[in-house]
């Protein structure tokens, strides 16, 4: 569950600008080089004063005459979310806030050349209008989206209600691949490859008793990977799923552009159901519990253009994406990094046709935070 810290607000008229809020623990966690974004982001005058300093190619809406910047997910190293409310003399104007550990407009190019390609916001499927890029702030400005999130769907709707939502999600990546232009890091078959080879070594190397195992599924694997060019590389999202997903009024709209890449299609429809699958085991009580919306998504991605060797190719994809997450528990020997490592590799041998060796007790999937001490939790 995301926290929320309020970080103030501030007007021109103000006596003097107000102070962070001191219960905000962000400041706190920042590295030395993350200190001075964070604290200008902190600071409601520092922030008006460089939105006044914006073109008006991208700051339209006139001189700001109040912010209010209200912290949503603080996840360093990496970046720290923000709601913004902008009052000019137009309106109030809500946007969402990104600050980067390190400078990231391509970002923002990137999310501008999508709109361009037709995923703007008077589309049917589309991102997230890009507002600006703040540099020095390493701040990304992005229209906030109102709807309902997909995650929360897959949680607590009805099967009919996940089967819309599935649909939706599946339709909306369907026209992303066909009409956006590739754009970032290659990330093909061999990428994962080698990614799913230093995993298996990581869990054999924490404890032999999987060695054979994992010796069996990186066979499985080198057998299943796609020949190169089988199917022509796209734009990719690079972490397609739920939880980027917002169900708006007549409109799908995908979020968190942090990762693009150029992948084979069926790395992303294979992402969003390995994720589908952790979702399901998290927090309803078997990993099998959504495989009927991940057939929905997978059937209309296809219906709606997808290339037909996505299904073909599927097998590979699901079964490397099963064995990216958990290094550090497994590095660290936290307990419970051993149901964790089973249900990896069962899960991803089960992807490629065979029959897992978990019990029925140890389908789900647990989070992160049911590993650690008591204490620590």
Known sequence: MSKTFHVGTHSPDSVEPPSANPTSSAPAAASRQEEPALSAILDPVELINQIRQLPPSEWPYG???EVQAKMLKPHPPKAWIFEIDVRTDAGSHSLIGKVYATDRPDI???MEKLRQAGLGPGADFAVPQPVAYVAPLRLLLQERV?????KKVFKLGNESERGLAAERCARWLARFHAVAAPAGRVADAQKYLGDAGRKCRLISGADGSFASRCEHLLERLRAAAPSPGAIPLCAGHGDFCELQAILAEGRTVVVDW????VAEPTRDVAHFIVCLERLAGMHLGSIRALDGASDVFLKSYLASGGHPRVAANLPFYRAALWLTPRDDLIRAKSPGWRESAEIML???LRALGENGQTTARTRRWPAKWEFLPKSLG
């Not at 109102?146 to 997909?150: F, V």
């Open 258 to 261: 942090d990762d693009y890449d």
């Open 63 to 65: 001189a700001p005459q």
């Open 108 to 110: 923002y190019q990137v």
């Open 346 to 348: 069962d899960e991803a």
């Open 146 to 150: 109102e709807g309902m999130p997909a």
